[in-house]
């Protein structure tokens, strides 16, 4: 069954930024002289960090550094449409005011601030979309949350879910004013019942709060790809990858196996030429600071969007047999077709396209192309451009493709 969010700004989107913030950045991925081998914030669950350690971490969070506007700005002149955050990660830990648990952000540490109140009324300001992971079933600090990689018989998940997860589920929803979505996550042993229940009581507060793919059950409205995995082919409901800059999602000390913005920007227009968003991650440190190579990549990402925007956000896929042409990508919208190039070439010809063209640009100069259109004498169509010698971009040069026939040329095939 194909899943329809029924957002609009979803669907248009494409971009947004996610945040993985929480104690586990005060780790960095060490503890007692020893490196976690994988993923930052699951460092309790791997290195066997016992409740009573971990939480003292609380006592020593303090990041002063942290600015909500900043954060915002720098996320608008990247280019991103909404924002993703942690609310509550797996180590259970709220980092906001919680009020059915202490273990909170302002009630448990020095800071005694709320971050995610600061980054909501920032939000508001800046009118970018405010969106909350929040782990539903993984709750390593509640005697009754699931943990992986751990024996959860006997657990009474019950009584959490009725005294911690819901309430804090109401909390996120009412405390923040309008709410994205909410990004659940790891389902683990979860019932459909429980499921449903979580999906009913988010939409009895927030009818438009999109519930993600990984609330358990298929029961998520839209597609939420594996980690950093992005399907071979388009996928026409609507769906989301979430992706890592390097191999952790919290902040990791030894982590330096940083994509290039090559990468990334390619990335994106292969996840948006399938008619996916990109939901790319960044892990602040215990200050607040944003690693810099992050930052670095991601001001190279937002110059490509700032010319070449109009070929990424609002588009969709397009049928997939075009797909086969060499070192080129198609995003479309209804009279617009964008031809995304990941190579030099003096010319290119495509075929069977059809449809009249108007104009043909280049995206990022507004330099008009010439275009040769005919038929061959197998009766097919033929469109071949003639492109110059100053190449715009190495990374993606946008050929934006103008038709101007009554009927939407490039039909969506997404909603
Ligand atoms: O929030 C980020 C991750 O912490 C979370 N999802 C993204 C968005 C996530 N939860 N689980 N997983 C990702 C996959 C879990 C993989 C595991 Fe493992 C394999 C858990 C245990 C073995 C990776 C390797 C984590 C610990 C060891």
Redesign the pocket.
């Known amino acids: 069954m194909l899943k329809d969010t029924k957002q609009q700004w979803f669907k248009d989107a494409k971009y947004g930024l ?1 945040i ?1 913030w929480g104690l586990y950045s005060i780790l960095a991925g060490e503890y007692n002289g020893k490196t976690t ?3 930052a ?2 460092i309790m ?2 290195l066997d960090i016992p409740v009573k350690e971990y939480e003292k971490l609380a006592s020593r969070f303090n990041p002063v550094h942290f600015d909500a506007e900043e954060y915002v700005k720098l996320a608008c002149n990247w280019g991103m449409k909404y924002i993703t955050i ?1 609310s509550k ?2 180590d259970g830990f709220a980092m906001y005011h919680s009020k059915c648990s202490k273990y909170n952000i302002v009630d448990a540490t020095p800071y005694g601030r709320d971050v995610i109140a600061q980054l909501a009324a920032a939000c508001k300001k800046y009118d970018i979309k405010l969106c909350f ?1 929040y ?1 539903q079933a ?1 709750d390593w600090h509640d005697p009754d949350g699931y943990m ?2 751990h024996n959860n018989e006997g657990k009474n998940f019950r009584r959490y879910f009725d005294e911690k997860c819901l309430p804090q589920i109401k909390e996120i929803l009412t405390m923040y004013g309008e709410i994205g979505m909410i ?1 659940f ?2 389902p683990m042993g979860i019932t459909a019942e429980e499921s449903r229940e979580i999906f009913d009581f988010v939409k009895s507060i927030q009818p438009d709060c999109i519930v993600s793919g990984r609330i358990g059950n298929n029961l998520g409205e839209y597609m939420t790809t594996g ?1 950093n995995f992005i399907p071979a082919l388009p996928y026409y409901g609507d769906w989301e990858v ?1 992706a890592t800059l390097n191999d952790t ?2 902040f990791k000390k030894s982590d330096h196996n940083w994509k290039s913005a090559k990468d990334v920007i390619r990335l994106m227009v292969k996840i948006v030429s399938r008619g996916g968003n990109y939901l790319l ?1 960044i892990g602040p440190d215990a200050l607040g600071d944003i690693p810099k190579e992050s930052v670095d990549i991601l001001n190279r990402v937002g110059e490509f969007l700032r010319l070449n925007g109009d070929s990424i956000y609002g588009t969709r896929a397009i049928e997939p047999y075009v797909y086969d042409v060499e070192d080129c990508l198609f995003t479309a919208k209804p009279h617009n077709l964008f031809i995304h190039l990941m190579k030099r070439m003096d010319r290119l010809k495509l075929l069977n396209i059809g449809n009249r063209i108007e104009r043909a640009y280049l995206l990022a100069t507004g330099e008009e192309l010439e275009v040769d259109c005919r038929q061959t004498c197998e009766g097919d169509n033929s469109w071949e451009f003639r492109l110059p010698q100053a190449w715009p971009d190495d990374i993606d040069t946008v050929i934006c493709v103008e038709t101007f026939e009554e009927k939407p040329v490039f039909e969506p095939l997404q909603q």
Do not use: K, L, R, V
């Open positions: 996610f993985h081998p994988t993923i914030e699951w669950n791997e942690t990660h797996h992971y782990s993984q992986a990689n990004w996550d790891t980690d979430p999602w919290g991650n």
